[in-house]
Antibody
Framework: EVQLVESGGGLVQPGGSLRLSCAAS????????MTWVRQAPGRGLEWVAN????????YYVDSVRGRFTISRDNAKNSLYLQMNSLGAEDTAVYYC??????????WGQGTLVTVSS | QSVLTQPPSVSAAPGQRVTISCSGS????????VSWYQQVPGTAPKLLIY???KRPSGIPDRFSGSKSGTSATLDITGLQTGDEADYYC???????????FGGGTKLTVL
């Protein structure tokens, strides 16, 4: 059974940092592009970043470029999102998504990040 | 302001048909595949349509997708109360080198 389990969310002060993790199981993690998508409370979906199978290509939405870093460890079947210089606008549920937009798309259940003093 | 434009809401009676539009540009929908997602509030989104008009296994054929030029459409026929959810279109955008979503459409089954 495919599973994507996000962790690392929580309350962080403005300007702070947080590292999200996504543990994958039930499939060959190294075969797929992986994506982070977020959803602010009461708002729509926002694509955040993605990473190629071997980590050689990474893309970011403009609003997080330079602050967030996506990475992966295929040996540990894990996806990460390092988030720095967090602001209130980054408050959201963050979803880990396998192969976004394809027939193999699969979403995790999300982890909530709250940026507040 | 989302890159892809969807109507905020649509509604129809059980058994009826509804159409949700998604408008973009040549840098996204015009030259890339469109996918559609269903999200029941409080849960993770679920893939409904990929590659403009293909359904993953397990998605009923009441759901169909199409694309023409820089617009895409999601059709839902034989509406059921369980179809009440938010629906999002998505595509890759070559100009932004990033994925983009529509703002979402809330479907109400009256």
């Amino acid at each position: 059974e495919v599973q994507l389990v996000e962790s690392g969310g929580g309350l962080v002060q403005p300007g702070g940092s947080l590292r999200l993790s996504c543990a994958a199981s039930g499939f060959t993690f190294s075969r797929f592009w992986m994506t982070w998508v977020r959803q602010a409370p009461g708002r729509g979906l926002e694509w955040v970043a993605n990473i190629k199978q071997d980590g050689s290509e990474k893309y970011y939405v403009d609003s997080v470029r330079g602050r967030f870093t996506i990475s992966r460890d295929n040996a540990k079947n894990s996806l990460y999102l390092q988030m720095n210089s967090l602001g209130a606008e980054d408050t959201a549920v963050y979803y880990c998504v396998r192969d976004w937009g394809s027939s193999d798309t699969y979403w995790g259940q999300g982890t909530l990040v709250t940026v507040s003093s | 302001q989302s890159v892809l434009t969807q109507p905020p809401s649509v509604s129809a009676a059980p058994g009826q048909r509804v159409t949700i539009s998604c408008s973009g540009s040549s840098s996204n929908i015009g030259n890339k595949y469109v996918s559609w997602y269903q999200q029941v509030p409080g849960t993770a989104p679920k893939l409904l349509i990929y590659d403009n008009n293909k359904r993953p296994s397990g998605i009923p054929d009441r759901f169909s997708g199409s694309k023409s030029g820089t617009s895409a459409t999601l059709d839902i026929t034989g509406l059921q109360t369980g179809d009440e959810a938010d629906y999002y279109c998505g595509a890759w955008d070559d100009s932004l080198s990033a994925g983009v979503f529509g703002g979402g459409t809330k479907l109400t089954v009256l």
